[in-house]
């Protein structure tokens, strides 16, 4: 492995980056609250495992030289975003049944989704194999045997995406008070709702290459 502390600055910095990720976290904390949004982390935590598992095994090589695969996965994971951009959008008008709904249903209902959202927008995300696949061989020596050195990079890589969500998640949990008010509450809604449309949109339109 090479730059490994060089490594590690450039994936805070793409962490940071605002995604489909950070717009899921940043809908279920402030619509189910701080243990939605950990659970979110926790559901984007583990697709990234699964992708450091691909890149490791070389599934992620057929899925970027496949255009076919690529646009299947890319398509269904547009579907997607945009559904949950759609789903958001559409509860603003279902607030006065969701007031008069059993309050500790309604949490158990979101906390059960919020990991399978997490993880479905990441690993629906072709984009993110095309990250692995490119990314990732830079920092090692690709003559030698890569399983370790791919291996230690996702896991620092996923490592480092849930402390920046464990941090986002708590920040956006603290200032959570200011969005109980109605107003504040369902503009933070229809704008998250419509960022998850609009990536969905810009998945679909994205190339391989």
Known sequence: MENFYLFII???LLIILPGPDTAIATKNTLTVG???????????????LVHTSAAILGLS?????????FSVIKYVGAVYLIYLGVKTLWSLRKK????????NNKHQIGHSSCFKQGFLTNLLNPKVAVFFLTFLPQFVNTESNTFLPFLIM??????????WFLLYVY?????????????ARNTMES???????????????DKAH
């Open 34 to 48: 701080k243990t939605g949004g950990l659970k979110t982390a926790l559901g984007t935590c583990c697709a990234l």
């Open 191 to 205: 704008i998250t709702g419509a960022v998850l449309i609009g990536f969905g949109i810009k998945l679909a339109l």
């Open 61 to 69: 090589a057929i899925i970027v030289k496949s255009a076919f695969i």
């Open 154 to 163: 996702g896991a620092t890589y996923t490592v480092l995406t849930a402390i």
């Open 10 to 12: 450039m994936c805070i």
């Open 96 to 103: 006065e049944e969701v007031a008069h709904a059993d309050e």
């Open 171 to 183: 920040s956006i949990h603290q200032i959570s008070a200011f969005m109980k008010k109605p107003t």
